[in-house]
């Protein structure tokens, strides 16, 4: 099995990659694993991968061009071979807001010849890598890092020890906990909450035509109550969609409600 991980941390994979299972598993050449520098594959002299949010708000946001740029350097199949049935290699992009990982997710995995995994940093990643570029979001809990360093640690050990042969004794890793043995059941998608319960809204950042992929263009609009009551409504839609479960514990106001209403169409 390959696995790429792009980070701006390359050096952060030191310790995951040169200890037990996934050393061996790699000396054994069982798991080909490639750490990719985002900064490598920025255009300017100081190697910026970041840029502030469209519409405002706290933080930076890490750039679309080096994470497609980089991806496109890797030989794999179009997105769209990627998301056919029996396709045998994903590009995952680690964030809170993403299905949660487990051990279903990672057996899953662990079956592909080759996963990439994007690290997100900052405020996260520009929404258009989610949206165009990576096959699905993955998180691995309900609380928020610092980076997707972590999650790509939890996600690369946990497949590379289901690799046939990684482990050695193998009936072991049949034999752990949370190893779907009969029917798979249908797993919930998962992420943090942010913002009252919600998840977070989409985030962009400059270009703004990326591609011909526009950012919405209520953000650009610079009327700051618009670009509120298009993020709570965005954010509300992402939680219907992703853990609707946190909709009943979410502080909604009376906007909120109706905002709701209207896009499950059960307004009066
Ligand atoms: N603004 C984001 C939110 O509220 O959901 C949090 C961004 S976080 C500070 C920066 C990066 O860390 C994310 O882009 C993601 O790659 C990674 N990250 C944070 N929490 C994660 C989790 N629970 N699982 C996987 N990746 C996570």
């Known amino acids: 099995m390959k696995i790429d991980i792009l980070t701006i941390f390359p050096d952060f994979f ?3 990659l040169d200890h037990g299972i996934v050393r061996r598993a790699r000396e054994a050449g069982l798991a080909a ?3 990719h520098d985002l900064r490598a594959f920025a255009h300017d002299r100081h190697r910026t991968v970041d840029d502030r949010p469209f519409g405002g708000g706290e933080g930076m946001v890490l750039k679309p061009e080096p994470i497609f740029e980089c991806i496109e350097g890797l030989n794999i199949p179009s997105r769209t071979e990627r998301l056919a049935p029996g396709a045998k290699q994903s590009v995952v992009l680690l964030s809170a807001q ?9 057996e899953e995995l662990a079956t592909l010849e080759r996963i990439v995994l994007i690290c997100g940093r900052y405020e996260g990643v520009d929404e258009r890598v989610g949206q165009h570029l990576a096959d699905r979001e993955l998180s691995i809990g309900d609380y928020v890092l610092s980076g997707g360093e972590l999650g790509a640690a939890v996600i690369l050990d946990t497949v590379t020890r289901l690799i046939p042969g ?6 072991s890793t049949r034999q752990e906990s949370f190893t779907v043995t009969q029917a798979v059941e249908a797993g919930g998608a998962n992420s943090t909450c942010a913002s009252g319960g919600l998840l ?5 950042t400059r270009p703004a035509d990326f591609r011909g992929l526009q950012v919405p263009e209520v953000l650009v609009s610079g009327n700051h109550e618009e670009i509120r009551r298009w993020r709570r409504r965005t954010a509300l839609e992402k939680t219907l969609r ?3 479960d946190l909709l009943e ?3 909604l106001g009376a906007e909120d409600k109706e ?4 896009i499950t169409g059960k307004e009066n």
Not at 200 to 204: I, L, Q, V
């Open 98 to 106: 993403g299905q949660r990982f487990d051990q279903r997710i990672a």
């Open 33 to 35: 694993i490639e750490i």
């Open 166 to 171: 990684a482990v050695g004794n193998e009936a």
């Open 242 to 244: 992703n853990r609707p």
């Open 200 to 204: 977070d809204y989409p985030h962009y």
């Open 259 to 262: 905002l709701l209403a209207r």
């Open 249 to 251: 514990a979410a502080a």
């Open 14 to 16: 030191r310790g995951p």
